[in-house]
Nanobody, 124 residues
């Protein structure tokens, strides 16, 4: 069983920066690929970024590529999402997710464990 707790959300101005963190419980974190997803009001949950078990491979949604960076610290059981130059359309609840496999995935159905979400609001 893996429990995920996100933090770092809040209100940020367009063009600023924000870093989300997700701390995982359990001893399998370093064997799990991780992902960030988001859900805006009235919209379906969508993929944002994913990272493999070692941190050597990442993948991003086209909408955030070049602005967001996913990283992980296996010694701290933590995955991060650095959000640079956010835009108002990035406003959403952001979810951290873990999958029982080492490799990245953009598909939410491949993730077994989810955090409770953290709200990010980007003002123009």
């Amino acid at each position: 069983q893996v429990q995920l707790v996100e933090s770092g959300g809040g209100l940020v101005q367009s063009g600023g920066s924000l870093r989300l963190s997700c701390v995982a419980s359990g001893r399998t974190f370093s064997s799990n690929a991780m992902g960030w997803f988001r859900q805006a009001p009235g919209k379906e949950r969508e993929f944002v970024a994913t990272i493999n078990y070692s941190g050597s491979l990442t993948n991003y949604a086209d909408s955030v590529k070049g602005r967001f960076t996913i990283s992980r610290d296996n010694a701290k059981n933590t995955v991060y999402l650095q959000m640079d130059s956010p835009k108002p359309e990035d406003t959403a609840v952001y979810y951290c997710a873990a999958r029982p496999g080492r490799y990245t995935s953009t598909y939410s159905g491949n993730y077994t464990y989810w955090g409770q979400g953290t709200q990010v609001t980007v003002s123009s």
